[in-house]
Nanobody
């Protein structure tokens, strides 16, 4: 069974950090670009960051630049999103997804399939 499972979400105060994990089972992640997305209540799902197959290319949304870092460990079949300096506006359900490899990975929802179930991130004092 092909499955992506996100973990690491939770409640954190503004300025705090969280590390999200995206673990794959049933297929090798190293055949795919991986994207992190988020969806806040009442808003469309948006791309946060993506990483290419061997991790040599990454892309970040403007809201994530300088605060978030995406990485992957293909030996562990896992992709990570380190989130620092979190803000209340980062509150959302965070999803990872696998997409076909591109020269530069995409932050567009339509370019991805095999979505995980999501993990809630809440930034609040």
């Amino acid at each position: 069974q092909v499955q992506l499972v996100e973990s690491g979400g939770g409640l954190v105060q503004p300025g705090g950090s969280l590390r999200l994990s995206c673990a794959a089972s049933g297929f090798p992640l190293d055949y795919y670009d991986i994207g992190w997305f988020r969806q806040a209540p009442g808003r469309e799902r948006e791309g946060v960051s993506c990483i290419s197959i061997i991790g040599d290319r990454t892309r970040y949304a403007d809201s994530a630049k300088g605060r978030f870092t995406i990485s992957r460990d293909n030996a562990k079949n896992t992709v990570y999103l380190q989130m620092n300096s979190l803000k209340p506006e980062d509150t959302a359900v965070y999803y990872c997804a696998a997409g076909a490899h591109r020269v530069y990975c995409s932050n567009n929802v339509v370019d991805y399939g095999n979505w995980g179930q999501g993990t809630q991130v809440t930034v609040s004092s």
